[in-house]
């Protein structure tokens, strides 16, 4: 009876030992792939070692020059350090240029055109700096960008004055001059809206500065928190992070709420800063909690100004684009039209202003902590800025007192504390 009993003791030993195995082995299995899957989506987002090839190729042949070329592709004092790239197509990287941080965004395809949802075509290195060809004037050139200029941001009055702004960018070496290899980096960069934005913006304290160039690679200021709020990871520890469990998480990882109150500040003055700026209206496309930064006094900056375009722009490319529903008239994530059902063709005229969906951001980012005294007059005020409609009548004038009352409350509530 006793070895009955040891026998079906063992069995059962087994039997679990071997389930314990077969599972542990299937967990290993699982693991390994996934990270195998997120790894081969890491290589093939992060290719700064194709861009630098790309760039320095052209450099090292004269087709393109500027002044982040030499220490890019020569002395190597420039180089990447983590990357940021959330596409394939648009590689970014923290930097270090000559020991100062930075941010270093570089092309993986052409940006001739909005993308409303279909891949840009590869990058075509065969005419990517075609222009200006040998032997284009100063004067031919200065054309070339006020016709660029007109046809993105419309008939401005003062496009002259930002040409000018241009080629003083454009002379990298400050000689004077602007060299054939200078123009090519410039014309390639212009058709990048955040470059262009970042130009007419330069005098701005929430947008990045300029470091310098090397064909459609720019530098720009770095930003010591990448994100509104939120905690960095380790890419392994994010598979296995539930999303509503991540976004969460990231509230509890935010600045106290007077720092909170004056970084969104910083946002509403970004959103006047971009709202009938000196060269016509830019929409905000995406204003996610990823493009924007603070640095460590709580000044907020913009990370990623890609999805920012001219309002003129948008508005040509979109208007006689074919539609079947208004989710066809959509630019990035928050710039939307309307879909006229009597033509199937998206209407021009942009659904939601910059305020609304700056305040559709804050509001959770803002609520969560805020002082008791101020969290109903404040939760009020941000539901009527979400409300703004861009065909309210008056909207300009509403927009513009809602933007001046947020800001005056939140600033009344700060003034006097150490963390302002």
Same mark, same amino acid.
């Given at each position: 009876? /006793? ?17 314990? /195995?077969?599972?542990?082995? /299937? ?114 050139? !200065? ?15 003062? /496009? ?136 460590? !006094? ?123």
């Amino acid at each position: 009876m /006793l070895v009955v009993f040891e026998r079906l003791y063992i069995a059962r030993f087994s039997y679990v030992r071997m389930k314990y /195995l077969f599972f542990s082995w /299937l967990a290993v299995f699982v693991g390994s792939w996934i990270i195998y899957v997120q790894y081969s989506t890491y290589t093939e987002l992060c290719r700064g070692k194709d861009c630098k090839k790309i760039i320095c190729d052209k450099y090292k042949t004269g087709v393109i020059d500027g002044p982040a070329c030499n220490s890019l592709c020569v002395t190597e004092t420039l180089y990447f350090g983590k990357c940021l790239s959330t596409k394939p197509s648009n590689q970014m990287y923290l930097g270090i240029w000559d020991n100062l941080p930075g941010v270093v965004k570089c092309q993986m395809e052409q940006a001739l055109h909005l993308d409303f949802g279909t891949e840009l075509e590869p990058r075509k290195e065969i005419v990517l700096f075609d222009k200006p060809t040998r032997g284009t004037t100063v004067q031919k050139f !200065k054309e070339m960008v006020y016709s660029l200029f007109k046809a993105k941001l419309g008939d401005q009055g003062n /496009l002259s004055e930002l040409v000018n702004l241009i080629l003083t960018v454009a002379d990298g070496d400050k000689d004077g001059q602007v060299s054939l290899g200078e123009a090519k980096s410039t014309w390639a960069l212009l058709q990048l809206n955040e470059f262009l934005l970042m130009v007419i913006l330069q005098d701005k304290e929430h947008t990045p500065k300029l470091m310098g160039f090397c064909g459609d690679l720019y530098v720009m200021e770095s930003v010591e928190y990448t994100s509104l709020y939120g905690i960095s990871l380790p890419w392994v520890i994010e598979l296995f992070i539930p999303s509503g469990f991540r976004r969460s998480m990231d509230q509890l990882f935010t600045p106290s709420w007077p720092r909170k109150a004056k970084i969104a500040i910083g946002l509403l003055e970004f959103v006047e800063d971009v709202f009938h700026g000196p060269y016509g209206n830019f929409l905000m496309c995406d204003t996610s909690a990823k493009n924007l930064g603070y640095n460590d !006094k709580y000044d907020l900056k913009m990370v990623d100004m890609r999805k920012i375009v001219p309002e003129t722009n948008l508005k040509e490319l979109i208007k006689d684009r074919h539609c079947e529903s208004d989710l066809d008239c959509v630019y990035g994530t928050d710039c939307r039209t309307s879909c006229d059902q009597s033509t199937m063709k998206c209407t021009s005229e942009v659904i939601q202003p910059n305020l609304a969906k700056a305040c559709q951001l804050l509001k959770d980012y803002l609520l969560r902590g805020a002082p008791s005294e101020i969290r109903e007059e404040l939760e009020k005020q941000l539901y009527s800025c979400i409300a703004l409609k861009v065909t309210a009548n008056q909207m300009e004038m509403e927009h513009s007192l809602i933007l001046n009352n947020l800001k005056t409350l939140l600033w009344k509530k700060i003034s006097y504390t150490n963390d302002s």
